[in-house]
């Protein structure tokens, strides 16, 4: 693999990860809020549920991802169905995975902020006539900046970096599925180190930049208040 496969690598890594991120943040958004103010039973399950790739083997995870995707699959029958491509080891596949796999990244620290800014606020726009849409988007999502920050960081960093779900739902097709993780994975197997050690430095330096910015921002604004 040459210089410019490896760019390819990481170009296809930096994508995957800047359409992941938007996509959890549509998603987590509205999840997040609810889970932050529902008496439901149900909110343990959820959440629950949404922190299990955390603890979950990412193998196990890719694995019922592979099969679920896959032309046979649930929903990869009905992918194949509608388009004529197969959803696994394709790069559509790898964004479906990545939004399972880093959901939790991004609805925690979305919920928490939530949970501080309590429902007075929201309360209080209401009584002066605005919609309940309004008073969120006026309100809540302001004040819950520093929480999106570190969802958008979070999301972005883990999906970079992410290696089992991506090896066992997308494979190793250069160009398409071939990530910076595989990248990476592929050096040290052909035992090209230097290689290797530079594409691992690469996302060590991006990920440690991230998370120093991420920690400032929250420095600063807690010392501010």
């Known amino acids: 693999m040459n210089a410019s496969d490896e760019f390819s690598a990481l170009w296809l890594s930096v994508q995957l990860a800047a359409i992941t991120t938007v996509l ?3 998603i987590a958004t509205p999840l997040a809020w609810w889970l932050s103010g529902t008496r439901s039973r149900a909110r343990p399950v959820i959440e629950a549920t949404v922190a ?3 603890v979950l083997p990412p193998t196990v995870l890719g694995f019922y991802l592979l ?3 896959g032309p046979y699959g649930a929903i990869g029958r009905w992918w194949v169905e509608l388009t004529g491509d197969t959803l696994s080891f394709s790069f559509t596949g790898l964004v479906i995975a990545s939004c399972v796999y880093s959901l939790p990244f991004a609805v925690q620290p979305l919920q928490h902020a939530f949970e501080a800014l309590g429902r007075r606020e929201i309360e209080a726009a209401r009584t002066l006539g605005a919609t309940p849409l309004d008073a969120f988007f006026s309100v809540a999502v302001p004040q819950s900046a520093r929480g999106f920050l570190n969802a958008i960081v979070l ?3 883990h999906t970079l970096g992410e290696f089992g779900v991506v090896l066992m739902v997308g494979g190793n097709i250069p160009g398409e599925t071939r ?3 595989i990248a990476i994975y592929d050096r040290v197997e052909s035992l ?3 290689a290797a050690h530079t594409l691992s430095a690469t996302l060590l330096v991006f990920a440690f930049a991230a998370m120093l ?3 400032l921002v929250n420095y600063r604004g807690r010392r501010n208040a």
Request: charged share 5%; glycine share 0%; hydrophobic share 60%.
């Open 52 to 54: 299990l790739p955390i």
């Open 67 to 69: 099969v679920l995707l």
């Open 179 to 181: 990530t910076i993780s």
């Open 155 to 157: 999301s972005f960093a």
């Open 192 to 194: 090209d180190y230097t």
């Open 213 to 215: 910015a991420m920690y």
């Open 24 to 26: 959890l943040i549509l």
